[in-house]
């Protein structure tokens, strides 16, 4: 039940452009004399969630065959003799599997008050062993500081590190004009325009890459894995351009600069 006034109807219609036609949309009271569970309603679900799914006997055998092992424990005295019957408890300090979750790094630095700041420290800390900043590492972001390290990427590194936490790079190449910094479109349609599009591709792919490089090179070493191509189904300009084997060479040259 909703307060008068308080109810609504949302269509998600996603994207990309669309167009949809809405029919039979009638808002019906029916006051005490129906139940909610009597009323229609599409179920929210997909193949495989039932608890007998074939998937998940599937997954046990694996994790019972690559996750577990088989671990003796030896309790001795003060003198070395064992001691029969001892009671041993183990508690997981930290797991191995690789829990991660974006972190907000403006609001983890001095977004926030203090003490809702070290509440989210201690939950980002407490729940998760990896971590990657939203923004940072963007090449935009990274293009409006001093590439091609800002700042504040270089604190999170810092803040990370005296937590023990993975950081994971959130990333090179977005490769759609949107996502890209402005710019780099401008220059390339502008070398369209005086040399031709074979020039300004060439001026282009070395762009790309060289940002790639300098990138992965300026964090070597302190950045586990890199999200090197984001979205390129969606987000394919570059390709356009370029061709598709030069996400190929991208993925190349950030390996090159930090195996």
Do not use: C
């Amino acid at each position: 039940s909703s307060a008068a006034g308080a109810a609504a109807v949302v269509l998600f219609l996603g994207f990309p452009a669309q167009t949809l036609a809405v029919g039979g949309l009638r808002v019906t009271n029916y006051g005490d004399t129906m139940a909610a569970e009597a009323l229609a309603a599409t179920p929210l679900t997909y193949e495989g969630r039932e608890p007998d799914a074939p998937w998940r006997a599937e997954a046990a055998e694996r994790i019972e065959t690559h996750r577990r092992g088989e671990l003796s424990i030896v309790v001795t005295d003060v003198a070395g003799a064992p001691v029969p019957g001892a009671e041993v408890t183990v508690t997981m300090t930290r797991p191995r599997f690789g829990f991660g979750t974006a972190v907000d790094v403006a609001d983890l630095r001095d977004g926030l008050a203090e003490a809702d700041r070290d509440r989210y420290a201690a939950a980002v800390e407490g729940l998760f062993n990896v971590v990657v900043p939203e923004n940072e590492l963007k090449w935009p972001f990274l293009a409006s500081a001093e590439p091609p390290v800002n700042e504040p990427a270089t604190w999170l590194l810092g803040w990370a590190e005296d937590r023990v936490l993975t950081v994971r790079g959130h990333n090179l190449v977005w490769p759609g004009w949107g996502n890209l910094p402005a710019a780099l479109r401008t220059e390339y349609e502008a070398r369209v325009d005086a040399e031709g599009e074979a020039a300004a591709a060439a001026w282009l792919r070395a762009g790309v890459e060289e940002h790639v490089r300098e990138t992965v090179s300026a964090f070597a070493g302190r950045i586990a894995q890199w999200d090197v191509i984001n979205e390129p189904f969606d987000n394919h300009d570059l390709m356009d351009v370029l061709g598709d084997e030069a996400m190929g060479d991208w993925l190349r040259a950030a390996r090159e600069a930090d195996p």
